[in-house]
């Protein structure tokens, strides 16, 4: 692995790690009020883009962080309609 790749697994891990807070709350205490169904569902698109975007460039770092940010996006826009 190359500096190049090991750089691309810690920028995602950080902003991959800094969703997760926000998610967490979210799931725990199903509270979406702050949180616009417009502006999550574009970065939910805009996520899932990237991850084909890792997925067909063969960009691992990319890849795989937004594949677990859009599992949580996706969550948490499920809750957003589910305990409007």
């Known amino acids: 692995m190359n500096i190049i790749t090991i750089t ?4 995602a891990a ?3 790690g800094s969703f997760l807070p ?3 709350k979210t799931i725990q205490t199903k509270d979406t009020s702050g949180i616009s169904l417009f502006m999550y569902s574009l970065f939910a ?4 883009l990237w991850l084909l975007f890792g997925l067909f460039s063969g960009n691992m770092p990319v890849l795989v962080a937004n594949t677990v ?3 949580f996006a996706c969550i948490i826009l499920v809750y957003k309609i589910k305990y409007k």
């Not at 698109?45 to 899932?48: A, E, F, K, N, V």
């Open 45 to 48: 698109l805009g996520t899932l």
């Open 14 to 16: 950080l902003t991959t």
């Open 8 to 11: 691309g697994f810690i920028a």
């Open 22 to 24: 926000q998610a967490i």
């Open 69 to 71: 940010t859009l599992i």
